[in-house]
């Protein structure tokens, strides 16, 4: 018998796998340790030592190729969001109606007022969110689509117990663009729609509602929505 061979086997009842073994024999292929090995019964202890190793390296594998899966789909989701950010340019005057229209649509409160059971006929525009850059949104469609001064823009916060009231009211004066002084009263603690709905913790500077007297703008919105809502009729 090769010398080789009983080396071969010897590896083998040590319950070392057909790689080890070649990689302790690089001259053997691993046809001719299959051809040696085919017949050889190996202990339970030295079946169990290659099952658990083939399944680690198994693992190991399983992981490094969810590890760059999962890189490659980093990267390709910041390509696409990268690409996609180009491809709007400046907004044009009717888009920027368009954009305002629909996070009124989205956003804004539409119901009608009812007092004593009646639906009184003053109606201000008002618009509540807790994203910075939504609420600048609106805030240049009002100036630049719908030509309301920047004094009427009022304000008001509803902020947590635990936030700083003037810290709060410096933030979104700086993301949105307006003064101080046209900040209102400030409502403390959660509103009942929101309550239970998100950690206290996600809105560090509370929510903001941007609000205009003007009950003509309101009808002037409204009818942009239902212009955007014959656009997308449900077919009959």
């Known amino acids: ?48 030592r290659i099952l658990q190793r083939t399944r680690g390296r198994s693992l190991e594998g399983l992981l490094k190729r969810n590890r760059n ?13 990268n690409k996609a950010s180009h491809e709007i340019g400046q907004l044009l005057p009717w888009e920027l109606v368009i954009l305002g229209a629909a996070l009124y649509w989205a956003e804004g409160y539409k119901r009608p007022i009812i007092r004593k059971g009646k639906e009184v006929t003053f109606h201000p525009v008002s618009l509540t969110n807790s994203d910075p850059m939504l609420a600048k949104a609106f805030v240049i469609f009002l100036e630049n689509a719908c030509g309301v001064p920047r004094h009427k823009i009022k304000a008001s916060l509803r902020i947590f117990d635990h936030i700083n009231e003037i810290e709060a009211k410096g933030f979104w004066s700086n993301a949105i663009g307006i003064p101080l ?7 403390r603690g959660v509103s009942i729609s929101s309550r239970r709905k998100r950690p206290f913790h996600r809105l560090p500077y509370g929510v903001i509602q941007i609000r205009i007297a003007d009950t003509s703008l309101y009808h ?7 212009g955007l809502k014959s656009q997308v009729q449900m077919p009959r």
């Open 69 to 81: 899966q999962t890189k490659l789909a980093v990267e390709r989701a910041r390509t696409t969001r």
């Open 220 to 226: 002037r919105i409204m009818g942009w929505i239902d």
């Open 1 to 48: 018998m090769r010398t080789d061979k009983n080396v071969a086997i010897r590896l083998r009842l040590q319950g070392k796998s057909y790689s080890e073994i070649q990689q302790a024999m690089p001259t053997i292929s691993k046809g001719t340790l299959s051809a040696w090995l085919s017949g050889v019964l190996i202990s339970e202890a030295a079946r169990t």
């Open 181 to 187: 002084q046209n900040f209102e009263k400030t409502y």
